[in-house]
């Protein structure tokens, strides 16, 4: 088990004995482009945990293990770290010392979720964890709030790209069995229970690596930003472009290139289908709920008219199967689906899309069966 493992390495690399902390990582299901949009989310804290085992050590430097690559890695707030998988906790001690916050040096042992695991954003799982440890060591007295602003910031700082405020809050904020529909403009929140026991969310992986993502995120909001002088011109008072109505945005359509309203169409259809999941969640339409990541799939095709090969044949064998609903993650370009499978179904389906894949592909795919856990905390020992 993972946290045996923290527990003993940390004993035979720093000698003694240390509190464990550890944090979970997030998927967004719907409302990926909702920062751009200032719109909603619906997203949950997964149980594939980043965690640590960590000690003061009377110093002003961290000393961090990493239980997957065996290497050590010293930080501090002022020199930048040797490993990347250290660029994470540099970005939060650099951020708070900019603040004018004292730092107290530890000695900790990381493992658990990658940084590069983009399906579950495994760096800001790992970012988030160091807030929570920083906050303790040093009773600084932050909220989850407060936490969840200093993760963003220090997740910009430290890789120079722009991440979704959606993965540290639901990491921080996270509730065992239930999703989070979360405002992304205000960060005001609801939980929405989450029938573990009747269906599941079932992840696909395949071994590729996922390096188009963060481009095409970036891309879809520089085409969204174009768009809103435009669509101004004829709504004054357009806030965000979801306040618009579907007939409201095709009634000026001749006026925007073909990409920039492709753009906003599945942009309208995102705002849409996260709207229409929550209120089938809340009314237990388990039917209505698949409905609505079938929707967003359609409109994702949309805008991305020649998806990836691997990605055609997942959402393929997923329609085959007439599973509740299933979609692409990433805009198609993160190399995993999110399936929603009633229980009764997920042996078949399991044994049927793997098997049909390796076939196909000759590799193996990754099989995910997600569980929705709580936010980060301090474990006891």
Known sequence: ML?????????????????????????????????????YALAGAVERVT???????????????????DE?????????????WSMSLYGVMSMLKQ?????????????????????????????????????????????????????????????????????????????ADHLVRVNTHTLEYEYIPFPANDINLLMLEVPRPSTTYLAEKNHFAGLCKEAKPILMRHYPALIKLPDLTYDQMEAVSDDFPPHILAACRYAWHEYNATQKACVALMANDRGRFGEALNAMQLA??????????????????????????AKALGMGQ??????????KDV????????????????????VHR??????????PY
């Open 3 to 39: 946290y045996t493992r923290l527990r003993e390495t940390f004993k035979s690399v720093f000698g003694k004995e240390g509190v464990l902390y550890t944090a979970p990582g997030s998927l967004i299901l719907l409302g990926e482009q909702a920062d751009e949009l200032k719109g």
């Open 51 to 69: 965690a640590a085992v960590v000690r003061e050590n009377q110093t002003d430097i961290a000393r961090i293990y990493y239980l997957d690559t």
């Open 72 to 84: 050590l890695d010293e930080v501090t707030s002022s020199s930048l770290p040797s490993k990347p």
């Open 99 to 175: 603040h004018g916050f004292p730092l107290k040096g530890f000695d900790a042992v990381v493992g658990g979720l990658l940084p590069n695991q983009v399906c579950f954003s495994g760096y800001s799982a790992l970012t988030t964890l160091g807030c929570l440890v920083l906050n303790d060591i040093n009773q600084l007295g932050f909220s989850r709030f407060d936490m969840v602003k200093l993760a963003l910031g220090a997740v910009v700082q430290s890789s120079g790209q722009p991440v979704s405020v959606v993965h540290p809050f639901v990491s921080l904020f996270g509730k």
């Open 300 to 325: 994702l095709l949309d805008y991305q008219p020649n998806p990836l090969e691997e990605m055609t044949f997942l959402l393929a064998a997923a329609k085959e199967a007439n599973i509740l609903g």
């Open 334 to 343: 993160a190399g995993c689906t999110l399936n929603l499978v009633e229980e």
């Open 347 to 366: 042996q078949s389906f399991t044994e049927g899309v793997t098997s049909s894949y390796r076939r196909e592909f000759d590799k193996d795919l990754k």
């Open 370 to 379: 997600l569980h929705l856990v709580n936010g980060a905390t301090k474990l």
